[in-house]
């Protein structure tokens, strides 16, 4: 009866490829401050330096990743072997994120607590310094990636990277004026704590968004139920089956569905006014739709799955 793969017109990649420049910029920002955190850190012996330079190593990581999964899905197109490209890269990317964020932030509290047992004694001037660059390096990579993070899952694992380290500065900040002005020496292993606390519900809520785009789920944002009620009210349509709704990669949903169509239905009328209710209602650009009569309709029934 009728097959048909709606597009429209075609967005220039996935939602990450546009802030490409923008994230190679935070990159090279995150590697010069990582070499200078990561030498002053071991030169003071400052567990929130150490805390901080494990947080910006795992932008940098996380950062080249992303960078690496943009690159390679804009270069690997579908073939007939991978028919949607690599695209799911940049998903495995942000879930790599979140992995090396749970690690690195485990480590800083168990280092934490075994501290605070024995503190020893950080000098305060080196701490406050790095931690004054290290806040201004993290508030420019902060304003690079803001926008991009709204759109793309795997942006919005290199923003909350950045993030973490935004405030892991202020806490090392913090941790800098005490102990300079005080002389405590439990400052800088508490706030070590504090920033691998406040890292690791974010975490966990970028690793189940990644998670939810490798098993498929529908996306949080479109209701399945409403788009197969309303593809069913069309004028022609007497029923909707198999229908398929989920995210390649952050910015690109792809839906499938059968329509089953009454006997005098045109069906390329049919194809025309379910694609533009899909792209106009839920911005979905790539579906593929089967429009059958009922006769062929009895077969989806057999299926098990």
């Not at 802030?19 to 003071?44: D, H, N, S």
């Not at 002389?183 to 800088?188: E, F, K, L, P, S």
């Amino acid at each position: 009866m009728g097959h048909g793969h709606g597009h429209g017109h075609q967005p220039p990649g996935s939602a990450s490829a546009r802030y490409l420049p923008r994230l190679a910029a935070a990159l090279g920002i995150g590697v010069a401050f990582l070499l200078l955190e990561v030498l002053v850190g071991v030169v003071t012996g400052s567990l929130a330096l150490i805390s901080d330079a494990g947080h910006m190593l795992t932008d940098v990581l996380g950062l080249a990743m992303a960078l690496t999964a943009i690159v390679l899905a804009r270069r690997s197109g579908p073939s007939y072997r991978r028919t949607f490209g690599l695209y799911r890269a940049e998903v495995l990317a942000a879930l790599a994120n979140a992995v090396l964020l749970f690690g690195v932030a485990g480590y800083v509290i168990f280092e934490a607590v075994e501290r605070l047992a024995n503190p020893p004694a950080v000098p305060g001037l080196p701490v406050l310094l790095v931690a004054v660059a290290g806040l201004a390096a993290n508030v420019v990579a902060f304003a690079l990636l803001r926008d991009g993070s709204k759109e793309s899952l795997n942006l919005r694992g290199a923003y909350l990277e950045v993030l973490a380290d935004l405030i892991g500065s202020v806490g090392v900040l913090v941790s800098g004026v005490i102990t300079l002005t005080t002389g405590w020496r439990y400052a800088d292993a508490l706030i070590g704590v504090a920033i691998g606390l406040f890292v690791l519900p974010r975490t966990f809520t970028l690793a189940r968004r990644a998670l939810r785009i490798l098993f498929q789920h529908a996306p949080a944002e479109v209701d399945v139920e409403r788009i197969s009620a309303e593809l069913a009210e069309l004028a022609g349509v007497c029923d909707v089956h198999d229908l398929h709704v989920w995210t390649l990669t952050s910015g690109m949903e792809v839906a499938s569905a059968h329509l089953t169509l009454e006997r005098t239905a045109q069906p390329a009328e049919v194809l025309a006014a379910a694609q533009t209710l899909l792209k106009d209602q839920y911005s979905i650009e790539h579906a593929t739709l089967q429009c059958e009569p009922r006769e062929s309709a009895a077969r989806c029934q057999e299926l098990s799955w």
